[in-house]
């Protein structure tokens, strides 16, 4: 496509429930990010891959939080167990490769809400 | 670990002023510097980058940023603002021997007065 696309746009969900977020990045992009942004604040990074491999996860806040790229395109972020603090906006990025000069476009994000 | 400071949380100005945002960063190393902007309802966008060579680097819309390697600093300006210029800006940062995602500042949300 020509851009980063997230689904779903927005995401109501209660708490202590399962949640998927969906990143499809630009055609071509082996470098895909995810990013959550609380309100007030700016994007905090959780988790890159390098084409199907977590290459560095570190951003995770907890075992709850958990991401997928099994064909090196489209990448799920899963969160276990919702709690209202997971209450966000994540984006997902994608570049053409993992390499520090390289832009990264960004998705609208998914607007996650844990009620 | 590297971290990002931006000073102006908020910032009001009026059509044609001049404008100046400022963005600090603590890292050791080698790094690459980024400034986004979020316009409302939008995605981030890249506003201009620094990699390497002339520390000071013109982006789109009019907008440029000097890299000060001394001061750990990395301001945006543009000398005339608009508008449609009114958004909420994020200077970014990243090791430049790496592949790490990108440390945000906090942001700076800047409205225009027309």
């Known amino acids: 496509g020509a851009g980063v696309s997230q689904t779903p746009s927005n995401k109501v969900t209660e708490k202590g429930k399962y949640v998927e977020l969906r990143c499809d990045p630009i055609?071509?992009?082996?470098?895909l990010y995810w990013y959550r942004q609380s309100l007030g604040q700016g994007p905090e990074f959780l988790i890159y891959?390098?084409?199907?491999?977590?290459?560095?996860d570190s951003g995770l806040p907890n075992d709850r939080f958990f991401a997928v790229r099994p064909e090196g395109s489209v990448s799920t972020l899963k969160i276990q167990r919702t709690e209202r603090g997971d209450s966000a906006v994540y984006l997902c990025?994608?570049?053409?490769?993992?390499?520090?000069?390289?832009?990264?476009?960004f998705g609208q994000g998914t607007r996650l809400t844990v009620v | 670990a590297q971290s990002v400071s931006q000073h102006n949380h908020h910032v009001i100005l009026s059509e044609a002023a001049s404008l100046e945002l400022g963005c600090n960063y603590s890292?050791?190393?080698?790094?690459?510097l980024f400034w986004y902007v979020q316009y409302p309802g939008q995605h981030l966008q890249l506003l201009l980058k620094?990699?390497?060579?002339?520390?000071l680097v013109k982006g789109i819309k009019g907008f440029e940023a000097e890299f000060i390697k001394s001061k750990f600093s990395f301001n945006l300006r543009k000398p005339s603002v608009q508008w449609s210029d009114t958004a909420e800006y994020f200077c970014?940062?990243?090791?430049?021997?790496?592949?790490?995602?990108?440390?945000f500042g906090k942001g700076t949300h800047l409205i225009i007065q027309p």
């Open positions: 990025a994608s570049s053409l490769m993992a390499r520090a000069n390289t832009e990264a476009f």
């Open positions: 055609s071509g992009h082996t470098a």
């Open positions: 891959f390098q084409g199907t491999g977590a290459a560095d």
């Open positions: 890292y050791g190393g080698t790094v690459n």
């Open positions: 620094y990699f390497s060579g002339d520390p």
């Open positions: 970014a940062v990243v090791s430049g021997g790496g592949a790490d995602g990108l440390t």
